[in-house]
Antibody, heavy 116, light 112 residues
Framework: QVQLVESGGGVVQPGRSLRLSCAASGFTFSSFSMHWVRRAPGKGLEWVACIWEDGSNKHYADSVRGRFTISRDNSKNTLNLQMDSLRAEDTAVYYC?????????WGQGTLVTVSS | DVVMTQSPLSLPVTLGQPASISCRSSQSLVHSNGNTYLNWFQQRPGQSPRRLIYKVSNRDSGVPDRFSGSGSGTDFTLKISRVEAEDVGVYYCMQATHWPRTFGQGTKVDIK
């Protein structure tokens, strides 16, 4: 069955960096675009970034463009999110999600807390 | 960006009664390929979001048939024919026609 397992979350100071990963299994990873979506405490879902199947195209929310970088390794079935210059407002649970339009499978999420 | 506006934002419901959530987009969600990429998600307390409905009205595998989606263009609706206790949570619409992808604010459903 499809599984998406995020890792790499934790507590980090403002201005520092963190790298999230998502291990995919149960499907042909290289055939699907992948997203990161986040939910800040007490707020709704916010789309963060997307990378196409072969990594040729990437899209970012305005709130993270220039600070976050999405990447993937199809040989390892892994999706990554490099988060630099972190701000307090980046505090959220980050979900790895499958599919360009579909958003059909979601990971369990990993919590990122940006605090001094 | 396409703004997705849900109403109501809070929906107290009686068990066994119907419930309805509206979602309006600031521009048409009809893609150039003819599809309308409007999804509905449920997020139960302490869980990850789960897709219920895709492309306006297609129910995902395992989703009870009391859930239905309808609409077109800029105006969409999620209906629950008879609310059960397990339906408590936050419901989101999301458009995947335009970049960036955008979600509605969420509608919190709980039991009266």
């Amino acid at each position: 069955q499809v599984q998406l397992v995020e890792s790499g979350g934790g507590v980090v100071q403002p201005g520092r960096s963190l790298r999230l990963s998502c291990a995919a299994s149960g499907f042909t990873f290289s055939s699907f675009s992948m997203h990161w979506v986040r939910r800040a405490p007490g707020k709704g879902l916010e789309w963060v970034a997307c990378i196409w199947e072969d990594g040729s195209n990437k899209h970012y929310a305005d709130s993270v463009r220039g600070r976050f970088t999405i990447s993937r390794d199809n040989s390892k079935n892994t999706l990554n999110l490099q988060m630099d210059s972190l701000r307090a407002e980046d505090t959220a649970v980050y979900y790895c999600v499958r599919g360009k339009e579909g958003f059909d499978f979601w990971g369990q999420g990993t919590l990122v807390t940006v605090s001094s | 960006d396409v703004v997705m506006t849900q109403s109501p934002l809070s929906l107290p419901v009686t068990l066994g009664q119907p419930a309805s959530i509206s979602c309006r987009s600031s521009q048409s969600l009809v893609h150039s390929n003819g599809n309308t990429y409007l999804n509905w998600f449920q997020q139960r307390p302490g869980q990850s979001p789960r897709r219920l409905i895709y492309k306006v009205s297609n129910r995902d595998s395992g989703v009870p048939d009391r859930f239905s989606g309808s609409g077109s263009g800029t105006d969409f609706t999620l209906k629950i024919s008879r609310v059960e206790a397990e339906d408590v949570g936050v419901y989101y619409c999301m458009q995947a026609t335009h970049w960036p992808r955008t979600f509605g604010q969420g509608t919190k459903v709980d039991i009266k």
